[in-house]
């Protein structure tokens, strides 16, 4: 989990500070927009300055009307000025707007690092304060280790307590609840021996009083058959004295020495006894002192022995205590964890919602321009093949006006044949038809011209040239009716006219629908290409929206492996928490 927490924070400080550096060159960018805007500003300040000084003498002189025209060139200048200073005064402030903005997000972004920084040194403390507890738990395991084989059993267990923490210290803390009620049992039995042991104590304190009362009793009955005996060799040295007085008074007072030396053996039997009492006094009074080293002994021992097990309690105690805020450390940090866990969550549920949604929304977007790329197909193949169409129409009319245009020359030169014959015979009828040769000349000058430019005429040329074909006809009816005079000339002649008539009025009809067709394929081949170009882009649009789906679905897997990873946390973390 730590490794993990560690690897978050890395990614968001890495992000901070990748995004700081954005905002950072974003800020110089405008500081150098600021920098030429200002230099701008500057420049257009001193040049109205310069104009405003330059004006102002010029008022002050009362110039004549010969530099009318340049005040006011200059008068007309200022206001231009002014109004450039403004838009670039204008610009400076939203300029230092944007920089201030731009250093008010860096200023949060350093600040966002430096609580990453904060909560990177926390972990660290804290992986420190684990390393510090793992250390702590050997060191008191090889204590617990030194301990005195009478404290064996108490040693497998403190031990075993040892090794079960230090096992699972470092990833499940739930067990150290546990090795902290086999603490709290340990404690538990640690207090019962040290009460059972007070009450040893307190039994061998009983019966060392009451051995030293019995010696205290003993020695003042020594001392009472100390002062008897004392008081007997007295009175045997009186007696003595007395005996050595009145052996001069032997035979007088024998019975009374008789009854002197009764007593004497009486009282030697008495100081015997005495001595003998004195003596087993004496003996009991060396066991009992005896009883009483071995005891105080004992007591010693034990009170040595329970306070090294009140010293053992106590440090158990701290340890416990240790353990206990370890583990309301590590809960709290876990519980925090686990809100940080559960925000961040939440935060990638609403963006894998986000994502879902612009999923969506892309899909449809791609489907609408999927149907739209469709129909732009359809639409392109269907004016395929009407250009194909247009274009086989066209050919078909190229060909039949290049032909007529071969029979026109045919007739033409016909033409020409019979119009040399009939010259040569109407030489009579020369100077009346002189007029009209020449204006038939003249319209005929017009359609050759016309015929020649037809490609590129438009629909006014034509109707002129509907026109001079009717001044034509009726120039050719007027010449009719001055060649009723020819009968048969003027016959073969109307008839030829009449088919050189016909045969222009058939390619200038071919002509300008060979023309309309043209006009016509040049349009649909434009249409075609901008539908070309359109489904293009379309394509184009098809194809980064299919890459952006990718990015997204891309993003969205990655937003799905990070929801996995902190539900599992967040598993753990429920687990843990419901076992603590």
Do not use: F
Not at 379 to 394: F, G, I, P, R
Not at 421 to 435: F, G, I, K, P, Q
Not at 436 to 444: F, G, N, P, Q
Not at 501 to 524: I, K, N, W
Request: glycine content about 2%.
């Amino acid at each position: 989990m730590a490794v993990l927490l560690e690897s978050t924070s890395n990614e968001r400080a890495a992000a901070n500070e990748l995004e700081r550096t954005t905002h950072i060159h974003e800020m110089e960018k405008i500081e150098c927009e600021l920098s030429s805007v200002r230099q701008e500003l500057e420049a257009a300040q001193k040049l109205l300055k310069e104009k405003e000084e330059s004006e102002k003498p010029k008022e002050e002189q009362g110039w004549g009307w010969e530099d009318s025209q340049s005040t006011e060139d200059e008068s007309k200048e200022i206001p231009i000025l002014r109004a450039k200073v403004a838009e670039l005064e204008e610009s400076e402030r939203e300029c230092k707007k944007v920089i201030v903005e731009q250093q008010s997000k860096i200023e949060s972004m350093q600040e966002e690092l430096v609580n990453a920084e904060t909560c990177r040194e926390e972990l660290e403390d804290a992986s420190q304060q684990v390393n510090e507890l793992q250390r702590e738990l050997r060191e008191m395991k090889r204590q617990v280790q030194a301990h005195n084989n009478e404290e064996e059993r108490l040693k497998n267990r403190i031990s075993e307590l040892e090794k079960n923490t230090e096992s699972s210290w470092g990833d499940d803390w739930n067990d150290t609840t546990t090795s902290a009620s086999k603490v709290n049992e340990e404690q538990e039995e640690l207090e019962r021996i040290r009460d059972e042991a007070d009450r040893k104590v307190a039994e061998l304190e009983l019966q060392v009083e009451q051995k030293v009362c019995a010696l205290v009793d003993a020695e003042k009955e020594l001392t009472v058959l100390r002062v008897r005996i004392g008081k007997l060799e007295t009175e045997k040295l009186q007696a003595d004295l007395q005996m050595t007085a009145e052996e001069d008074g032997w035979g007088n007072e024998w019975k009374a020495e008789e009854q002197k030396d009764v007593d004497s053996a009486a009282e030697t039997q008495r100081r015997e006894e005495a001595e003998a009492l004195v003596e087993s006094l004496r003996d009991v009074a060396a066991t009992l002192r005896e009883q009483v080293d071995d005891l105080q002994e004992k007591l010693l021992s034990a009170t040595e022995v329970s306070e090294e097990r009140q010293n053992e309690i106590c440090r158990l105690q701290t340890k416990i205590e240790q353990l206990q805020t370890t583990i309301e450390s590590r809960t709290e940090l876990q519980e925090a964890e686990h809100h940080r866990s559960e925000c961040e969550l939440e935060t990638l549920c609403e963006e894998r919602r986000r994502v879902q949604d612009e999923l969506a929304s892309a899909e449809t977007e791609k489907i609408r321009l999927e149907e739209q790329l469709m129909a732009s197909k359809m639409m392109c193949d269907d004016l395929k093949t009407e250009l194909q169409l247009q274009k086989a129409n066209s050919s078909e009319l190229t060909e039949k006006y290049d032909e007529i245009r071969t029979r026109c020359g045919d007739v033409e030169a016909m033409l020409k044949v019979w119009k040399a014959t009939v010259e040569a015979e109407r030489n009579s009828l020369s100077e009346r038809l002189a007029m009209v040769k020449s204006e038939l000349e003249a319209v005929m000058e017009q359609i050759q011209s016309r015929e020649e430019q037809e490609k590129n005429v438009d629909q006014r040329s034509l109707d002129e040239l509907r026109e001079l074909k009717i001044q034509k006809e009726h120039l050719e009816t007027n010449l009719n009716e001055m060649r009723r005079e020819l009968e048969e000339k003027e016959v073969q002649n109307n008839l030829l006219k009449d088919s050189e008539a016909r045969l222009l009025d058939s390619v200038d009809e071919y002509g300008a629908q060979a023309e309309r067709y043209q006009q016509e394929t040049e349009r649909l081949q434009q249409v075609v290409n901008t539908l070309e170009q359109e489904r293009t882009e379309l394509e184009e649009e098809i194809e980064e929206l299919r890459n952006s789906e990718k990015m997204r679905e891309q993003h969205q897997h990655e937003i799905e492996e990070r929801l996995h990873v902190v539900e599992k946390g967040r598993e753990v973390l429920e687990t843990k928490i419901s076992q603590q």
